[in-house]
């Protein structure tokens, strides 16, 4: 069985909704909204599924609560990665030079993230995040458990934003990198945040070394994700990815 999040005027609700139609079919398997039965699969946005796992009772295919807690808060993720971006909280004083990163602390898929020179009066609480701005390639890596597929770079111009409009309507190509130690990065980065499931790990790589961004503990995985396309690349057939994600 295959769960998905009950229908909202949200385009999170819309994306992982599709995913979830998609990997029903791949599967053979039931597609229901709502409640889990035991061993159901689910897939359901980031804020539906934390809600989901801090609550749930009965085993389930998906990312446990402590992991999926840590990722999702990304104030908490940077504190625990060394090297990450400088990363403060809206409402401390920083000294990070302009124009820097500001962002939602916990939100998926570049929503609310931008580049200012000043953080705006309502945004200047411990719900938002500012991080120093770092210039280089976006790489993100797939991991599931200790397993972890190979980097693939997002093909846009150096210091471009990785926007919701970017990762979902205007796809950039995506490169396969045979890079060991960018691939050596992630599985550290996911052991430090605990990742026990499917998960994908952003880095910006600036002359070579990657520098963390964020992980996402609940990311999609159909046939034409990049957690899909960097365990492809890595020699993973997709019936094997199949076989992880409901094992």
């Known amino acids: 069985m295959v769960v998905r999040e009950p229908w909202r005027a949200h385009p999170l609700a819309w994306i992982h909704r599709a995913e979830a139609r998609s990997i029903a079919r791949e599967l053979g398997a039931q597609l229901v909204s709502g409640k889990a039965s035991p061993g159901s699969l689910l897939r359901l ?18 990312p446990g609560s402590a992991a999926l807690e840590r990722c999702y808060d990304k104030y908490e993720a940077c504190r625990r990665i ?10 401390e004083a920083h000294s990070l030079p302009a124009p820097f990163v500001l962002k939602p602390r916990r939100g998926s898929d570049s929503i609310g ?17 500012v991080q120093e701005r770092i210039v280089g390639d976006e790489v993100t ?22 926007s919701f409009l970017r990762k979902y309507l205007w ?8 890079d060991e130690a960018i691939r050596d990065a992630a599985l550290a980065a996911g052991r430090a945040l605990g990742v026990d499931w499917a998960a994908r790990v952003d880095f910006i790589v600036r002359d070579g070394r990657p520098i963390f961004l964020e992980c996402d503990a609940a990311p999609l995985v159909g046939t034409d994700s990049a957690f899909a396309a960097s365990f492809a690349a890595a020699g993973v057939k997709r019936a094997t990815q199949l076989a992880w994600l409901t094992s």
């Open 45 to 62: 946005s980031d804020p539906v599924m934390l809600e989901a796992v801090r609550t749930l009772q009965v085993p389930y295919f998906g």
């Open 113 to 129: 993230v931008r580049l200012v020179d000043d953080v705006p009066p309502g945004k200047r609480d411990d719900d938002h995040l």
């Open 171 to 178: 796809r950039p190509a995506r490169e396969v990198l045979r």
């Open 141 to 162: 890596v797939a991991l599931f458990r200790e397993r972890v597929g190979m980097p693939l770079r997002i093909l846009l111009p150096p210091g471009t934003p990785y």
């Open 82 to 91: 060394a090297g990450a971006p400088r990363t403060f909280l809206a409402s």
